[in-house]
């Protein structure tokens, strides 16, 4: 091959693509192009993280901001529940944060009846109580 000929393949000229090359020498441009192929940038809406604000963390004590953040991972009827009785667990009272899974309690036990007054967020561990409680007697 000439030296003319192999330049142009080095390049990624008519006789040749440089990315697809295994010897080729990349530069900054062609490894950016791979890098974008095989890291493809994710849209914002993929992206299910809630951001935290300022110099939050977990351990700051702050347990309403913490309890309001993640009742933003709910759907829509745990989520107003959660607001509705100040992110506090509806049996015990304590604030629900990240350490467990909140669930939606029907009061009636009807899971038919969505009505705003029958429904109550918990603590998975206190939902699990109730039913205990409930099939025992």
Not at 36 to 61: C, R, W
Not at 68 to 96: F, V
Not at 114 to 122: F, Q, T
């Amino acid at each position: 091959m000439s030296a003319k000929v192999l330049c142009t393949v080095l390049r990624g000229g008519e006789s040749g693509d440089a990315r697809t090359l295994p010897d080729a020498k990349q530069d900054r441009h062609s490894s950016k192009y791979l890098l974008d192929k095989a890291f493809p940038s994710i849209p914002y809406s993929e992206n299910k993280f809630v951001n935290v604000k300022g110099n939050k963390s977990p351990y700051d004590g702050d347990l309403t901001y913490w309890s309001e953040r993640n009742s933003k991972l709910y759907d829509d009827h745990t989520s107003k529940a959660l607001k509705r009785q100040n992110h506090r667990c509806g049996h015990c009272g304590l604030k629900c944060i990240s350490d467990e899974q909140v669930n939606l309690h029907h009061l009636d036990g009807n899971h038919r009846n969505w009505k705003i007054k029958n429904l109550v967020a918990i603590h998975e561990s206190c939902h699990d109580y109730i039913h205990m409680g409930k099939s025992e007697s």
